[in-house]
């Protein structure tokens, strides 16, 4: 990847020449000949890398040719950085390295009016780039004998921006459904039966084709889920670390990680956790046919309880069978079949085409899905890769690329992904190759992998951090859109993470190994003393990034590095401040780190620092000496009550994160934080009001005030934060936001709005209509003002919001019951959500009568919940939504008998006989997604009526065809279930009844035809009591 690091290069140097070249000639003799004409020579080079590129996989001299020119080209950086860090150290300790702070002039090379003190540096500087020059003009004369192809220049397609801003989202599964029940029925066969040992069943199968994607079906499948009273899921990938691995069984079973770091206290806490409990325990991706490291484990397991079963995935039996899988209980997963490639590859290639362009791609599609090679895997990254063409001819430059006749292993093993990294821009494929420096399995924070792109200089040099920011989110969408990472969480913070498919993380390493810098990264964990000793000796004085665990050897760290990161590590030793180049360092969870030394505040290039997790009681003030840094976060440092007034000196802050600390106040000195874009003050406790200064913060486009609960007002001027995009306030104590908050179109995000007297309004939310995500409103209706505020919020109008919670307080007072209903349903009614809302919850509704929207327009639906509508005696006709597949109703009192018109279908009868004259597969189906239904607390709840005999039997008639769940709690008056319609949904497995007398009476004794129309449920469970 010469291109990546060239391109970085010739940034640099177009910056100085830009800027600053006519004032630094006088400084360094002869600099600016040498840098133009090194510029010259790389835009040369630039010209035909592309082609280099390609005939380096299969022409070894030409790849030394490149690494040569890479070699070159970090150096030249290398070069830049020291220069710069000598005028950075000077603008900031003066002539006597005396600090004396002043403000930053330029990004890259400071102020000109600086000079150098000492003429040795100026001419080491210009002595350095003199060297560099002949050495580039021997790569130069080199590049003659290749005879490589200029590229042309291509226009890049508009189309293509639009298609990165969404992840690829993959419904179905194809092939499996076999494979499925298969592995299911090995784990329930015998479920029941008295067993020492757990069984071990195995799913062995090469790399990409799809046993985590099983493990995952069979793992959440509601037959294993009843089955087992717990259920754990770990991935193994390396197993060289027992008290990690012992450390995630406590864990995932616990939901905590134990204080412990020995293995055998934390096999005893395991143990103790799972003891006479009957577990499925999963672990994902196992490696090492070496048993001795699992006596330990396996011998832990056994406390279980009866029936306990572990199901592990591997690439070998011979791993398999040393953990105990017998060949009865081995699956093998075979290859997809040609056909089921072709359908996983279309649904994600064919993403948003119209059904001509569908017809044109099809046959040629099916040929490139008989590149898959049977391979899940393959089928997604190909698919995803042809989302991006538009013609024919694209697709059959991928059915006839070269990469299909290579022969060299590691082509051979990853063509498919050869392919969509080829299409990468240098700088793209620069950010990809980089994430092999995290180890399988873990769980990248994407924020912050962005921002190591940006200490490396992978996002290009020039421009605000704000826009490197957003270059950053494109290049991780486009990178999305390729299938490269998957698994993503959203966390409670609002951050995001995700991971990488193992075969896309050996690809990863496949391409960092082949080329010379990519190797000078690496992610050591400090528990594996040999290994990191040898790495050290050898390898680590070239590394310019480095995340490691447990240990710091500052001594042996190159002065080259730009980002290292350190989890669990102890004093930070002096020599750190030799680290001049580091732009990016992280120090998290360091319990023995009793202070932050004062060498860190000499790193003056450092442009994002993390101190998070360490215990900090306080800061220097010499952290006002970072000039340069962008981004602070001293999170999770809950003793630390006060700030350094410095820090809001370095005006340069576009991120601040001060979450979970102990502050009380925010001083009015924020508002010199001009720059400041993201402020995070979320779980500060104690904090109880914000300085009116924060609106002074117009750049400001995420304030996340979440979990702060003693916070209980806000100033008026939020307008002035014309900026702002995400507004967190979940969980504070705020009642009344800013009317300015209506003025703010720019918003995203929107926890919760309070209305009522002494409150926020409704109409707050009228020009809000980019308003995404998750919305509460706790609404008070007082007057019929309310219908007007109502009507004035134009939710349906908000079409990014995918889910809503409506809370009630009735407080209408001094007018007539019939005025009181008619504000409560105008009300109701004025609220009708977006078409594509996806969850709704509804609370303490006091109208007698619902709204006729929630039937009627919310085809998109999936989760709908009713809850303490006292005053409704029926239910919405709620079979109707297409796409509900999970329905809670609780404390419905007035609810007395469910009719068949809750099914959606107002006579079934009628509709059998239409559609039988009409058409014999035209069918009536009520719910015909719903997987899940709970009713609780319906205390005068009697009849829930049943279908007929005939409508039982008709083919034309579906009723809650996807049901697996259905739970019956606290309705003490419903006296029997109806009967037909549960035979009628076929795919019910899981049947509970608790706290409902008259069920308990009827069923206890689990005889008679009423049980028998039950006893074909799977698992039915009957208590007296709610568990």
């Known amino acids: 990847m010469a291109e990546a690091i060239v391109s970085i290069v010739l940034e640099q140097l177009a910056e100085i020449v830009k800027k600053h070249i006519q004032e630094e000639v006088s400084l360094v003799t002869g600099v600016k000949k040498e840098i133009l004409y090194l510029s010259d020579e790389l835009k040369t080079i630039q010209n035909v890398l592309d082609d280099a590129e390609r005939r380096g996989y299969k022409e070894k001299t030409i790849q030394h040719w490149l690494n040569k020119l890479e070699d070159t080209s970090y150096d030249i950086a290398d070069v830049l950085d020291e220069w710069n860090y000598a005028i950075l150290k000077l603008q900031i300790e003066g ?23 000492k003429v040795t540096f100026r001419r080491d500087i210009a002595k350095k780039i003199k060297g560099l020059k002949e050495r580039m003009d021997m790569i130069v004369k080199e590049k003659a004998r290749y005879d490589f192809i200029v590229a042309q220049p291509v226009e890049p397609k508009k189309s293509d921006r639009v298609k990165t801003t969404s992840f690829v989202e993959v419904e179905e599964i194809q092939g499996r459904g076999e494979d499925k029940d298969a592995v299911v029925s090995k784990l329930l066969e015998g479920a029941d039966q008295e067993e020492r040992n757990p069984r071990v069943i195995s799913i062995v199968g090469t790399g990409g084709i799809g046993k985590t994607t099983l493990a995952q079906l069979v793992y959440n499948d509601d037959g294993v889920t009843n089955c087992f009273k717990k259920k754990i899921w770990v991935c193994v990938s390396d197993v060289s670390d027992e008290v990690k691995i012992a450390k995630g069984l406590v864990e995932q079973v616990n939901g905590s990680a134990p204080n412990l770091n020995e293995l055998e206290s934390l096999l005893k806490c395991l143990e103790d956790s799972i003891s006479g409990e009957k577990f499925l325990l999963v672990l994902d991706d196992v490696w090492t046919e070496y048993c001795t490291k699992w006596e330990p484990l396996k011998k832990s397991l056994k406390r279980g309880g009866l029936g306990s079963k572990i199901l592990i995935t591997t690439r070998s039996e011979r791993v398999a069978k040393m953990m105990g899988t017998t060949e009865n209980e081995i699956h093998r997963l075979g290859l997809l079949s040609h056909e089921d490639c072709w359908l996983l590859m279309r649904g994600i290639a064919f993403i948003e085409r119209t059904e001509e362009d569908c017809e044109k791609l099809k046959d040629i599609g099916w040929d490139i899905a008989n590149k898959c090679k049977g391979l899940p895997l393959a089928a997604k990254v190909l698919g995803s890769l042809l989302r991006f063409k538009d013609d024919v001819q694209e697709w059959e430059h991928v059915l006839d690329s070269e990469i299909w006749q290579l022969k060299e292993a590691e082509v051979e093993l990853f063509p498919h992904l050869f392919l969509s990294y080829n299409e990468l821009s240098p700088a793209m494929k620069r950010c990809f190759s980089y994430c092999a420096i995290f180890p399988k399995d873990f769980q990248i924070d994407v924020e912050k992998l962005i921002r190591m792109w940006m200490a490396l200089g992978y996002l290009s040099s020039g421009g605000s951090s704000g826009d490197l920011e957003l270059r950053g989110r494109e290049y991780f969408d486009n990178l999305i859109m390729r299938s490269f990472f998957q698994e993503f969480c959203k966390h409670f913070d609002g951050s995001t993470s995700c991971k990488m498919h193992d075969i896309v993380h050996d690809f990863a390493q496949f391409l960092r190994k082949n080329k010379s810098h990519d190797n000078n990264m690496a992610g050591l964990d400090g528990r594996d003393r040999t290994t990191t000793k040898e790495l050290f000796q050898s390898q680590i004085k070239v590394y310019r990034s480095l995340i490691c665990e447990d240990i710091l050897p500052f001594t042996h760290l190159s002065k080259s590095l730009s980002v290292l990161r350190v989890l669990e590590c102890g004093p930070v030793e002096r020599e750190i401040e030799n680290l001049t180049r580091l732009r990016y360092l992280q120090l998290k969870h360091c319990p023995r780190l009793d202070h932050i030394p004062q060498s860190i505040f000499k790193l003056y290039n450092l442009e994002t620092l ?34 350094p007034e410095t820090i809001y000196n370095l005006h340069n802050l576009e991120t601040l994160y001060l979450k979970f600390l102990g502050l009380e106040e925010i001083p009015d000195e924020i508002g010199n934080l001009i720059n400041l874009r993201h402020l995070d003050l979320s779980r500060n406790s104690k904090l109880r009001k914000l300085p009116e200064t924060i609106y002074n913060l117009h750049h400001l486009r995420t304030l996340n005030l979440g979990l702060c609960d003693d916070l209980q007002d806000l100033h008026e001027g939020i307008e002035r934060l014309v900026n702002l995009k995400q507004f967190i306030n979940k969980n504070t104590a705020i009642e009344r936001l800013p009317s300015g908050l209506q003025q703010l179109t720019s918003l995203e995000t929107l926890n919760k709005l309070i209305t009522g007297r002494g409150c926020s309004k409704l109409g707050y939310l009228n020009k809000l209509d980019k308003l995404s995500g998750e919305i509460k409103l706790f609404i008070s209706l007082d007057d019929a003002e309310d219908v007007i ?26 007018i007539t019951d019939e005025e009181k209903e008619s504000i409560r349903n105008d009300v109701m009614e004025a609220l009708q959500p977006p078409p594509n809302l996806t969850r709704l919850e509804i609370v303490s509704c006091q109208g007698i009568k619902f709204a006729g929207w929630i039937a009627s327009s919310l ?31 609780s404390g419905m009192g007035k609810l007395e008998i469910l009719g068949r018109e809750f099914l959606g279908i107002a006579s079934l009868s009628d509709d059998i006989n239409t559609s039988s004259s009409s058409s014999s597969s035209s069918m009536v189906i009520g719910f015909p997604k719903l997987k899940e239904l709970n009713m609780s607390w319906c205390n005068n709840l009697k009849e829930w009526e049943d279908i007929t005999t005939e409508e039982e039997e008709s083919a034309t008639v579906s009723i809650m065809p996807c049901l697996e769940t259905l739970v019956i709690q606290r309705c003490n008056q419903l006296r029997v279930l109806p009967h037909r319609l549960l035979r009628k949904a076929s795919s019910l497995r899981h049947l509970e009844m608790g706290d409902c007398d008259h069920l308990y009476e009827r069923y206890k004794d689990k005889e008679g035809s009423d049980w028998r129309s039950l006893s074909r449920i799977p698992q039915v469970e009957l208590s007296h009591k709610w568990n």
Not at 806 to 811: A, E, G, K, M, R
């Open 859 to 889: 085809d998109n639906l999936r989760v709908l919940g009713i809850h303490w509508c006292n005053y409704w005696s029926t239910l919405p006709p709620l079979g109707k939504l297409p796409r509900l597949e999970e329905l809670r109703v």
């Open 95 to 117: 002539p006597d390295n005396v600090v004396t702070p002043k403000p930053k002039v330029c990004p890259f090379i400071p102020s000109p009016c600086l000079c150098f003190e």
């Open 610 to 643: 993390y101190l998070n997790d360490l215990g900090l009681k306080e800061i220097p003030e010499e952290i006002g000496n970072l000039i340069n840094l962008r981004h602070l976060d001293l999170s999770h440092n809950y003793n630390l009550e006060k700030l």
């Open 789 to 814: 505020e109502a009507r004035k919020a134009k939710l349906r109008k908000k079409i990014h919001i995918k889910e809503l919670h409506l809370t009630f307080l009735d407080q209408i007072k001094d």
